[in-house]
């Protein structure tokens, strides 16, 4: 299981703050020095060996995932030209993503069958962006550390967010009546505006409630423990005029 930074941190500053040092800890989790070492040390840390941790140190692991989300945030975000760049060039991005998650050059190639020739077109561009350190070979190091996002309202943010609505759209048209995984709920009711405006109060903590949950999902769950869901929601002043324009009869009336 790969446990993030932040929670090994969070594990470490735990045992600093009520002094218990490794050959204790080891002591009480009934191991040897090296292994407690290696397991507060180690990004693929077993969830069983993270409980022994916890419980060696009388917290829960919920105590544990507070305290590291009160941490500062590490995020990465590209810069205005870089985001340009990936929003005209989306592919460039999903290169990056998959070196970023290990993947070697040639893992890339046969995963996305694509030629060497594009592979060194993909690392020489990453690498003048200083996302990437490539010396040759099948080797290259992602440079970007944490999680990465972006503005909604920025270049890639708008230009993901269309590209997740198109592909959202036909999903639903060809999944209606079909799909059980996928829940649409489309509907109009008629409210006040201070009701429409609490209705999108609600919409937001709605979204922050679940987007809590992914992050400590996320610190807790293996990938494919999980599912990735797309949520869609939309409150606005829906004018309904559109709706009941007639236009001009063009040719012969049809049955």
């Known amino acids: 299981m790969a446990i993030p ?5 969070s ?8 002094g218990v040092r490794y ?12 292994t407690i070492k290696r397991w507060m040390n180690s ?3 077993s969830l069983g060996d ?18 590291a989300e009160k941490a500062p945030p590490k995020s990465f975000r590209f810069s205005e030209d870089q985001e340009l760049f990936f929003a005209k060039n989306p592919s460039y991005l999903g290169y990056l993503y998959e070196l970023k998650n290990g993947l070697t050059p040639s893992q890339i190639e046969r995963k996305h069958g694509i030629k060497k020739a594009s592979t ?24 970007v550390r944490g999680h990465i996002e972006w503005s909604d309202h920025g270049p890639l943010g708008v230009t993901s967010s269309r590209g997740m609505i198109e592909r959202f759209s036909r999903r639903v048209l060809s999944s209606l009546g079909k799909d059980s995984s996928l829940y649409l709920s489309l ?28 992050e400590t999902n996320q ?19 829906w004018d309904d005029q559109e709706f009941y324009k007639i236009g001009e009869c063009q040719g012969s009336a049809m049955a």
């Open 120 to 143: 060194r077109i993909y690392l020489k561009k990453l690498q003048e962006m200083r996302l990437i350190a490539h010396d040759g070979g099948d080797s290259a190091r992602c440079l």
């Open 50 to 67: 993270l409980f022994k941790i916890c419980g060696a140190l009388e917290v829960s692991l919920q105590d544990v995932l507070a305290h």
């Open 23 to 34: 050959p204790e800890l080891a002591k009480r989790t009934k191991v040897s020095l090296p």
């Open 43 to 45: 990004d693929s840390l």
């Open 187 to 214: 509907w109009t009711r008629l409210l006040t505006k201070e009701e429409n405006q609490q209705l999108q109060v609600d919409f937001q903590a709605l979204h922050e409630k679940y987007r809590r949950l992914s």
């Open 11 to 18: 594990l470490k500053e735990i045992a600093k703050r009520k």
């Open 219 to 237: 610190k807790i769950y293996t990938r494919d423990q999980l599912v990735k869901v797309f949520c869609m929601a939309s409150a606005d002043i």
């Open 5 to 9: 930074n932040d929670v090994l941190s």
